[in-house]
């Protein structure tokens, strides 16, 4: 059986999460004003009334990556929301921007900016030795202990912020989250304690498998294309006397791998390079254990077998239902919300095109207007429909907007090249901060 629409969240007179209801009775509920809305994103409703406040066991899993975090809830049997979130990946190159033109704006006659350098130096005439010094002179950092870089504290502040969110909504949630593709130290020890000896001989295999495909970027070695059905294949044969230790392993294609057996292609293999996992998900890692201790830790091997076994595709949200432990779904919804951070300002102090021949004075004179707030009632990111479609404005023209959807494509005029959209066509459903929030079938 499935379910087509995602379910409500439900909070109590106290403002205490209750278990998710359907649709159908949160619609009920306030037509005959039993309840009051409490967040339309994700929608929420919350009781005017006493009720039983009995709950179920609710398991929120967390896939984690540097740029899209996939989340699902699931009951005993019941996929209750999923979906996925995209953080911005952005902000690491527009600050590199900003650097750069800043530190030439210091080689020209414009207004000084010290430099963020710790050292620097000075130049002064030494009467005694009657020459020229270079003096270091030293800056305390300005940076307090644990700063991190605005592009990787950005996406942890908002990673955090999700996380909190949607746990907020729950009663008592056992937490699960996934915080890599495969465990590292396991790569060194590879013996298996616990509960794992249950899961068969091959099962510790998988946590080499996905470490070798993550080392050469899904790449096949041999045809250099990425795509199609991957196999790890021993560089020296093991009955030459070569291990399953990941450096005697490479990523080959089913098809290259059957042809160079057979003598059909042939190819020399390089010794593979260490995989160094992206910065972010090492550093988040660190935090997640400081911040969620009591969450169960997982990681991208074990969810593959775990999601094969539910026989799901491979999607954010669905490595997040395989993530909350659930052996066999009974209800699946359809419907899939995805939530996207949106730039809605842009910084001009750091403009290249420096403002000189004016006749009026910097102070005064105004900036060209490049980023417009908003123009005829509408705002940017405002959510709107136009021509049967949902969208977001993301800039404004003359004649009139720029409509984008959540996937980040245009939303024309039928039968039309250019993108600007007339503000008479557009039907207002609802303003928004930085983020997107927008769930289809």
């Known amino acids: 059986m499935e379910v087509r629409i995602l379910r409500v969240f439900v909070k109590n007179m106290r403002g205490e999460p209750l278990m998710p209801?359907?649709?159908?009775?949160?619609?009920?509920?306030?037509?005959?004003?039993?309840?009051t809305i409490y967040c339309y994103e994700p929608f929420t409703i919350q009781l005017k009334y006493a009720t039983g406040e009995a709950t179920q066991e609710v398991n929120l899993g967390i896939d984690l990556g540097s740029k899209n975090i996939g989340i699902a809830i699931t009951t005993e049997d019941t996929v209750l929301a999923k979906g996925e979130i995209e953080l911005r990946d952005d902000v690491s190159k527009l600050i590199k921007a900003r650097s750069i033109l800043r530190?030439?704006?210091?080689?020209?006659?414009?207004?000084?900016?010290r430099s963020k350098f710790k050292y620097n130096t000075k130049r002064y005439y030494n009467v005694k030795k009657g020459k020229w010094i270079k003096k270091k002179i030293v800056f305390e950092s300005p940076r307090p202990e644990g700063w991190l870089p605005p592009s990787i504290q950005s996406r942890i502040n908002n990673t955090f912020n999700w996380i909190d969110k949607f746990k907020n909504l729950l009663p008592?949630?056992?937490?699960?989250?996934?915080?890599?593709k495969f465990d590292v130290a396991k790569m060194i020890d590879p013996s298996i304690n616990g509960e794992d000896y249950q899961k068969g001989n091959a099962y510790g295999f998988y946590n080499t498998r996905y470490y070798v495909f993550a080392r050469d970027n899904y790449t096949c070695q041999i045809c250099k294309k990425k795509g199609g059905i991957l196999q790890t294949h021993h560089i020296i044969e093991r009955k030459n006397g070569g291990s399953d230790r990941a450096e005697n392993l490479a990523t080959v294609h089913k098809d290259c791998h059957e042809d160079f057996h057979q003598g059909k292609i042939k190819h020399k293999f390089t010794k593979p390079k260490l995989?160094?996992?992206?910065?972010?998900?090492?550093?988040?890692?660190?935090?997640?254990?400081?911040?969620y201790p009591y969450a169960n830790i997982t990681y991208g091997n074990i969810t593959t077998v775990d999601r094969k076994t539910l026989g799901l595709p491979k999607t954010h949200y669905n490595d997040a239902i395989a993530i909350t432990g659930i052996k066999n779904i009974k209800e699946n919804p359809d419907t899939v919300f995805k939530i996207k951070q949106f730039r809605k300002k842009k910084r001009s102090l750091h403009e290249a095109t420096a403002r000189k021949g004016r006749k009026e004075p910097n102070t005064t004179q105004k900036r060209n207007e490049k980023n417009t707030k908003y123009q005829k009632g509408f705002y940017l990111n405002d959510k709107v429909k136009v021509f049967g479609k949902v969208g977001f404005i993301s800039g404004f023209c003359n004649s009139g907007c720029y409509v984008k959807d959540i996937s980040d494509n245009y939303i024309t005029i039928p039968d039309k090249k250019y993108k600007q959209v007339s503000f008479k066509h557009l039907e207002f459903i609802s303003h928004n901060n930085n983020w997107q929030f927008i769930s289809h079938l």
């Open 21 to 35: 209801t359907t649709n159908r009775k949160a619609r009920i509920l306030l037509k005959e004003k039993k309840a």
């Open 103 to 113: 530190r030439s704006r210091r080689c020209r006659k414009t207004r000084y900016r």
């Open 172 to 180: 008592n949630p056992k937490l699960s989250i996934e915080v890599g």
């Open 275 to 291: 995989y160094k996992e992206p910065v972010f998900m090492n550093i988040i890692r660190l935090r997640i254990y400081k911040k």
